[in-house]
């Protein structure tokens, strides 16, 4: 089977998924090549924004087209409507650079490859060619729920939560065209180094649902107690976000508890940064926690979250799970892990080893492929 895996390929965790899948799917023998395209998180002028995960990869450069909101109504109209068209246009190179390709794939993520890309696509592709990885909604979808529907011609819709399989039905997806498969993972060698402090995903928008606010919070909470923690803060958000970040934590007189590291993705880094932590803390209000939650258990690295997100898909009986917008539970969830080694060695082996066997890349590109075959 040949495959062309259509996803953002920036220094970012969708490029990571992207290529460990395609690196599954090849160890399976189904052919699969990236295509690519310039997103609108960065601008063409900003080289760092713009800097690929690597080269290999099919990419193509095409002019973006921000939506400023307007108090005048045809304005919106005006800019959506050129929005849309290059959309339109992108998809026709999606489709021409997939000839010859039994299946396109694309991971639904934000702007250049959200939704929109993703239902223009489905209106050019021959139904049931398309097969979508849905990880993050966005606005678009919310303000216009009729769309939605369009994503009952693809082949298959893919999911890593079942949280995000029922807010699709909610839209008018057919529950029998959505399958849950979990985010993959590589686990490295643990290497029995000395943990400490614990460690905390910012994701894209570091203040946007994470609970980035309960958490420092709650270090307050344990400073004042005398409980001082260092948290280990990494993302790809802006560095816009990391100084508003910067500035929240001063408030609650947490900052001197902050280590900032770097925005980069670098794998194995933070595999290391994760198994130097005694734990991995996800307070997430809503988006999609997928990416810590597995890189934590990995790492056998116990995690504190809140039961949205998709953690309970990946930490029930692995993890500790406190109350979204509840600091003082998750002063207390911390303060329980710090002092009882013998619980944060019961839990991060467990996660360890559902890690091992449920998440890591050759099951999941084996359901994957499954997923493929459905109707072929």
């Known amino acids: 089977m040949k495959v062309s895996l259509i996803s953002c390929w920036f220094n970012s965790v969708y490029a990571v998924y992207a290529d460990h899948l395609q690196q599954a799917l090849s160890r399976l023998g189904c052919q699969a090549k990236i295509i690519t395209t310039n997103c609108e998180c960065g601008s063409a002028i900003k080289k760092e924004a713009n800097a690929l995960y690597n080269q290999k990869c099919d990419f193509f450069f095409l002019p973006t087209l921000t939506l400023y909101p307007s108090a005048k109504k045809w304005k919106n109209s005006l800019r959506l409507s050129g929005k849309r068209g290059l959309y339109f246009c992108q998809a026709l190179r999606f489709l021409a650079k997939s000839k010859g390709m039994d299946i396109i794939h694309i991971q639904q993520t934000m702007h250049s490859f959200g939704s929109m890309a993703v239902f223009s696509l489905l209106k050019l592709a021959r139904p049931g060619r398309v097969v979508i990885t849905v990880q993050e909604l966005d606005a678009f979808q919310f303000e216009f729920p009729e769309a939605n529907r369009i994503y009952n011609r693809a082949r298959v819709i893919m999911v890593n939560f079942e949280e995000m399989k029922q807010r699709l039905i909610d839209m008018g997806v057919k529950a029998e065209k959505i399958k849950v498969i979990p985010y993959g993972i590589q686990p490295p060698r643990l290497n029995g180094a000395v943990r400490d402090g614990a460690i905390f995903y910012g994701g894209h928008h570091l203040l946007s649902g994470k609970g980035t606010e309960d958490l420092f919070a709650a270090l307050k909470i344990l400073k004042e107690q005398g409980k001082r923690l260092t948290v280990k803060i990494h993302g790809q958000y802006a560095m816009d976000d990391q100084e508003a970040g910067v500035e929240l934590a001063r408030k609650y007189q947490v900052d001197d508890c902050i280590l900032w590291l770097d925005r980069k993705v ?111």
């Open 266 to 376: 670098n794998i194995e880094r933070l595999n290391s940064e994760y198994q130097r932590s005694l734990f991995c803390v996800l307070p997430f209000h809503k988006g999609t926690a997928c990416f810590p939650a597995v890189m934590a258990m990995a790492n056998a690295t116990p995690v504190i979250g809140t039961r949205v997100a998709g953690l309970p898909d990946y930490i029930e009986g692995a993890g500790i799970f406190v109350d979204t917008a509840s600091p003082v539970q998750l002063a207390r969830a911390m303060a329980n892990l710090m002092e009882d080694e013998s619980l944060r060695t019961r839990l991060g082996q467990k996660s360890r080893e559902r890690a091992v066997r449920q998440f890591n890349w050759d099951e999941v590109g084996k359901e994957v492929l499954k997923a493929y075959e459905v109707n072929g």
